[in-house]
């Protein structure tokens, strides 16, 4: 599908030339476009972004918008949700973003199961602030706080999400297009905490382009409702050594989810001020 | 000064004994008899054990402080009259629990009594209850009902228990029914919620931390009837986030939590500045730094609340003293913060939050303006009159609605260009300057006493009731600021005309009005200060206002 130049606002793009963002972009505005013709009017998207090079995509998308805070994302997502639960929000967050300050609300939104999507732009390093490792850098990686090399393993995201109670997880490459305008497509229509995690690569401080390129490949996504199958496929890649890593939906499986839709009373608020006091 | 008809009980135990129920329940029994009643309760940071205790003070008018004296000392265990017994009044009466406290007074067989009805081990304070109100000669009659209404659980087992321990107690007193009303009794905390919810709040969102966790207590089980959304999170971090997206998308809604939670959300503050989001939070202050004493008080992060969030950005703070400024006052946060989209402060404490104190009427609760209709095609930081953009909630056909945390320019997107970077300056200029100007205005502080009297007592906060009543017995001047950001300069310029000396009552080690009483252009020539987590009793502050007045 053609990208719609109606969702691009007059903001300069500042991304680095082969910025794994321009991708999940032009992949959003293709499912935005999509949904639109489902049905589902843009004005009922909400992007929620973080702090970081990926969340510029909120100045650059034509659409209705809260740029928050470093890590911050998924509470915003939430409150939005809550309060109108005929939005459908969408966070774009950064590896740093989201797995270090924000890894909290993140698992937590999985454990809570509310309906909102998470894509996560994991490009293994800090990029606006110019190189350092992040909780999915690989071991012994070299970055300005770290110039002898990180002493941690980075975290397998995808089995923390798993654990926490995710019911939507999902892995996708920038440079896998068709299948990520799928997974992000899916990831919004799930009724309940989607996650997408994009593996893209850094253009100016980890260009992994061939490493990914030998390493990516499609699974098949038919048993994606067993917790001990998305464990597996979970572990085939740690982030860390140079084994296979699957890409595609991971876990998908329908739990109650919130907000709970269920409706609230709408009585006259001074009379229910008034009942309160004279019951006390 | 006219002589008071007033009464102060005492009821003391071990926490898990129900002594903040009981205290409730008493209090309960004399608002139906047309007293006013103020509720201090006293408890440790701990579920089981301890010792907690209640001072209930009922009187023939409004009241918000104890006096040193006790006229019954409800005693479920000795160390409450270990504890308390020397503080017993004159005709003062010792009610125990005959089994496990040695005392003088009238012992009540308690475990007896709730063995026989086979009550559970907490009913001992309704036995208690009922032996009170037989010796303090409140007919049967009047009992029941308040008894029944405040037991909606095990009504016949408590009831039983109750009468059962009337029947044996003695009549000492004949404490009268003062008149046909019955002011409705609520904690502080509650007072805020019932406030918030009259200026029209959809949302309630915190983390339990004393001692504001009875607000969230409150409104959430409100939360059904009322149609509002209540929710605890992860964390403060997660709490005012939550709150800035509700607000986002169009709900009033407000936040509570204590100084440590506070500290985690001034990141979420600075947001609310730098993007416009009306936010209300409910601070009530404890004894700290840190973890401090959790349950006790202090009046010490006024300037924390002045402040805290990086960048400079406008606010609106507001201390209520007394139940029905806590409803106007809490309703007037939302509503301020909703005309301004600005941040709203609720500053209490452990003594207002968790003190219960009875209302002679329910104020009017003040009506909010409609806000400004927005313009097509809309931008989300147009500039309006008073720096103030017409605010529009997601989804809007045809419109898209952008906030942002970087400077941004009218349309919500980011910009680093020093022109929009002033204009933006400017339009959180423009809106302080006009929220300044509309809460300078008399209502922003209250006083009381003598025209022309030299001597004025200046507080904030819970320290009013104890400082009204010092003053109107000393003959001195109140003067105690409710709104406290914007400062109300002329008013409160006005309210010391004519006075020689200012002294500043506060629960703090410095005195933090006083900062800003400076800052201002005022002078505050003494202080009265209190650290050690306890409210002021009223003849202790006597005391001490008359010790500072003589130059000691």
């Known amino acids: 599908m053609a990208s719609d130049n109606t969702l691009i606002t007059q903001a300069q793009n500042t991304w680095c030339q082969g910025c794994g963002n321009y991708s999940i972009q032009h992949a959003f505005i293709a499912v935005v476009a999509g949904l639109e013709q489902e049905g589902i009017p843009r004005e009922n998207i909400v992007i929620v972004s973080g702090i970081g090079c990926h969340a510029k995509i909120a100045d650059y998308l034509k659409l209705n918008s809260f740029y928050s805070l470093h890590g911050r994302t998924i509470p915003v997502a939430t409150g939005i949700k809550m309060a109108n639960p005929n939005l459908k929000v969408i966070c774009f967050a950064g590896d740093g973003d989201l797995y270090a300050e924000g890894i909290a609300h993140l698992i937590h939104a999985a454990k809570r199961n509310i309906d909102i999507t998470v894509i996560c732009h994991n490009n293994r390093v800090y990029g606006l602030t110019t190189g350092q490792y992040t909780p999915t850098s690989p071991y012994g990686f070299r970055g300005k706080s770290t110039p002898l090399g990180v002493h941690e393993y980075p975290l397998n995201v995808l089995e923390v999400l798993l654990s926490a109670g995710a019911t939507f997880i999902a892995r996708g490459y920038s440079r896998r297009l068709p299948l990520l305008k799928r997974l992000i497509r899916e990831a919004i229509l799930h009724p309940g905490f989607a996650h997408v995690d994009v593996l893209q690569i850094c253009a100016s401080f980890f260009n992994v382009t061939s490493v990914y390129e030998n390493l990516v490949y499609e699974r098949e996504e038919k048993n994606s409702q067993s917790f001990d199958l998305a464990s597996l496929a979970a572990r085939e890649w740690n982030y860390n050594d140079d084994t296979k890593i699957p890409l595609g939906i991971l876990y998908k499986v329908n739990k109650p989810s919130l907000p709970d839709n269920i409706q609230p009373q709408t009585n006259e608020r001074m009379n229910v001020i008034r009942s309160i006091i004279e019951r006390a | 000064m006219s002589i008071m008809t007033e009464y102060s009980i005492l009821i003391g135990g071990k926490a898990g004994d129900g002594i903040t129920q009981a205290g409730q329940v008493i209090g309960s029994l004399f608002t139906s008899m047309g007293y006013h009643v103020y509720i201090y309760v006293d408890y440790q940071s701990l579920i089981r054990g301890g010792h907690n205790f209640c001072i209930l003070r009922a009187a023939d008018k409004p009241i918000s402080a104890h006096r040193s004296g006790i006229d019954f000392l409800l005693a479920l265990d000795q160390q ?473």
């Not at chain 2, 037989?134 to 029941?144: N, Q, T, Y």
């Not at chain 2, 805020?192 to 969230?216: N, R």
């Open chain 2, 80 to 552: 409450t009259v270990d504890l308390h017994a020397e503080k017993l009044n004159d005709k003062g009466v010792i009610i125990y629990d005959n089994e496990k406290v040695r005392a003088k007074g009238q012992g009540v067989a308690i475990q007896a009594i709730v063995k026989k009805i086979e009550g559970k081990p907490i009913m001992a304070n309704t036995a208690v209850i009922g032996a009170l109100c037989k010796i303090a000669g409140i007919p049967w009659e009047r009992v029941l009902p308040v008894l029944t209404k405040k037991f909606p659980k095990g009504t016949d087992k408590n009831l039983k228990i109750a009468k059962e321990a009337y029947a044996s107690a003695t009549p000492l007193f004949e404490i009268p029914v003062l008149v046909d009303a019955n002011y409705p009794l609520f904690s502080g905390n509650e007072w805020i919620g019932l406030g918030l919810l009259a200026g029209g709040l959809d949302a309630y969102i915190a983390y339990p931390m004393t001692p504001s966790s009875g607000v969230l207590h409150f409104l959430a089980d409100v939360a059904e009837e009322t149609g509002i959304i209540v929710y605890h999170p992860e964390s403060e971090i997660a709490v005012v986030l939550m709150a800035e997206g509700c607000a986002y998308a169009g709900k009033k809604t407000a936040v509570g939590t204590s100084g440590g939670g506070f500290c985690l959300m001034t990141e979420g503050i600075s947001l609310a500045g730098q993007a416009e989001i009306p936010l209300v939070i409910v601070l009530a202050q404890r004894a700290g730094p840190s973890t401090g004493i959790p349950t006790y008080n202090a009046q010490s992060d006024l300037l924390f609340a002045c402040h805290a969030g990086h960048g400079e950005f406008p606010r609106y703070i507001v201390a209520p003293g007394t139940p029905d400024e806590a409803y106007r006052f809490s309703a007037e946060a939302l509503n301020k913060s909703w005309k301004y989209q600005i941040l709203s402060i609720i500053l209490s404490d452990k003594n207002f939050s968790e003190g219960y104190f009875s209302c002679e009427s329910l104020p009017e609760s003040p009506v909010a303006a409609p806000l400004t209709s927005p313009s097509f095609p809309y931008e989300r930081y147009a500039n309006g009159s008073d720096g103030i953009s017409p605010f529009l909630a997601p989804p809007y056909h045809g419109e898209i609605i952008k906030v942002n945390s970087y400077t941004h320019d009218s349309a919500g997107i980011t910009t680093e260009d020093p022109e929009t970077a002033i204009a933006s300056v400017k339009k959180r200029l423009a809106k302080t300057a006009a929220l300044a100007a509309e809460t300078d205005v008399p209502d922003a502080v209250y006083t009381a006493g003598l025209i022309g009297c030299e001597t004025v007592l200046v507080c904030w906060g819970s320290t009013r009731g104890v400082v009204s009543e010092v003053a109107e017995s000393l003959g001195l001047k109140i003067v105690s600021p409710i709104v406290l950001a914007p400062f109300p300069k002329n008013t409160f310029s006005d309210a010391i005309k004519g006075s020689k000396t200012i002294i500043l009552v506060e629960e703090s080690t410095s005195g933090q009005l006083d900062r800003i009483l400076t800052s201002e252009g005022f002078i505050v020539h003494k202080k009265i200060l209190r650290y050690d987590g306890r409210p002021f009793l009223v003849e202790e502050l006597i005391n001490e206002v008359l010790r500072v007045q003589h130059g000691q």
